[in-house]
Every structure is written in structure tokens, then in C-alpha cells.
């Protein structure tokens, strides 16, 4: 019964491509950015300055933390046009969005029907952040374009060695994304003890390819080569 629940519950979250699911832009946004490729390098600068200059004018204009940073050290976004002109912003640390994280939301925030979500958790617990659903979407097509260039396509099995499990979930207990097929394990589960459990549910899983932080990667790799576990030939990709 359980299996037969499990085959259900998959045809259910893939009876729809997943390009679709992502929203009616992905498509559209995913071709742009696999096209842009073959753009020069001036192109590419090109259409990379006009959007920082765009996100610095929207910085100053609807967020409170960056209007008053700006202010305080004399920089008017309106002569921000250059990428030396960019580095005169003071560098953004974790620490400061933890401690000024309501005035770093855009005063526009509930018409972004912002996606929660949370960094890492490699270097502190894991932390809240918010993407609108135009940027989500962005970040999906750019992520697919790559994987795609590395012959990963919608759907195949992948594992991610980079995802905080939900608040209130067991973090030592991997999660299974149906819609993706994805087997996500929270990085604060990897560790030597647990790395013969993962070994295994890596391996049954049989992902096309594994996501990760080489920190992470390195400590499962270390443990399985000290104890002769046979290799999972997979293609990696690695996130700093």
C-alpha cells in the first residue's frame, strides 16, 4: 500500500512538466539566458551594469536600510554608472542582515509575494531570506542553464548536499522533493557518524548528479574513501 501511495503521490506531482510549474515567465526567461551565452563580452558587461544600476535606484527609492546607508555616506545612486562607482557601497556581512533585517525589505514587500527561503547553513544556523517571484524565477533559469550545459536535464534523479531542512523538521532526516526528484539533505547532517546512512541513500536514490558545497562533498568522500565503500559514479557540481 505504501508503495502504491508513493507511485500516486509522484504521478500527481508530475503530471505536469516542470518548466511549467515554474511560472509562465521561466520558459521565456530560460531561453534568454541560454541564448545570452554566445553574447560578446561587452554585451554581457553591458546588460550586467544596467542592472546594477536599476537594483541600486531601486535600493535607494524602497528600502529603508539602503536609503539611509546611502545618505549616510554621501553616495547618490544617480551616479552610480560605472563598476568602480558600484564598489563605493559599503560591503553587506550576515551580520548586518541579521541585525537589520525588517529594514532591508523593500517597502513594496507584499506585492512581491516574496519565497522564503534559507542560506546553507556552512558557516551559522541556517538564515531567512526572501526572493520575489521575479528574481525566483530568474535563479531558476540561470541554475537550469548551467545544468543543462552539464547534460542535466528536467527531472532527472539529482541529490542536493545544500538545503536547511524546514523549520521544525528533523534535520537529520532527508527530504524527498517529488516535483524535482530530489533527495535534499540539510548540511548539518553530514557528518562522519551519519555518513554511511547517507552512503546508502545516495546510492539507492541513483542520482545523474550530486549539488553541493565541496566542504561537504569533501567530508562524505573522505569517510567513504577511509572505509573502501564502493565509488557512485555521478556528475558533480559544486557551489562556493
Request: proline fraction near 5%.
Amino acid at each position: 500500500m505504501a508503495r502504491l501511495n508513493h507511485s500516486l503521490r509522484k504521478i500527481y506531482h508530475t503530471a505536469i512538466p516542470l518548466p511549467l510549474k515554474y511560472g509562465p515567465s521561466f520558459s521565456r526567461k530560460f531561453r534568454a539566458y541560454y541564448d545570452r551565452q554566445s553574447a560578446s563580452r561587452d554585451e554581457i558587461e553591458s546588460y550586467r551594469l544596467q542592472r546594477l544600476i536599476a537594483l541600486v535606484d531601486y535600493a535607494y527609492r524602497h528600502v529603508p536600510y539602503y536609503h539611509k546607508l546611502f545618505d549616510k555616506h554621501g553616495i547618490d545612486p544617480k551616479r552610480i554608472r560605472t563598476l568602480d562607482d558600484f564598489r563605493r557601497i559599503p560591503t553587506l556581512h550576515k551580520d548586518d542582515v541579521v541585525a537589520n533585517h525588517d529594514a532591508l525589505k523593500s517597502d513594496e514587500f507584499d506585492k512581491f509575494n516574496a519565497v522564503q527561503t534559507v542560506t546553507s547553513a556552512t558557516t551559522r544556523d541556517g538564515m531567512v531570506m526572501y526572493r520575489s517571484q521575479e528574481a525566483e524565477t530568474i535563479r531558476n533559469a540561470v541554475v537550469w542553464r548551467y545544468w543543462h550545459n552539464l547534460g542535466y536535464r528536467f527531472r532527472d534523479p539529482r541529490v542536493h548536499l545544500t538545503l536547511s531542512n524546514r523549520e521544525g523538521e528533523d534535520f537529520m532526516q532527508p527530504h524527498i522533493d517529488m516535483n524535482e526528484n530530489s533527495l535534499q539533505f540539510d548540511p548539518r547532517s553530514i557528518t562522519y557518524d551519519h555518513a554511511p546512512v547517507i552512503y546508502r541513500q545516495i546510492k539507492e536514490f541513483r542520482p545523474k548528479m550530486i549539488f553541493s558545497q565541496p566542504s561537504n562533498l569533501a567530508t562524505l568522500i573522505h569517510y567513504w574513501r577511509l572505509h573502501n565503500l564502493e565509488d557512485i559514479p555521478v556528475a558533480v557540481c559544486c557551489v562556493l
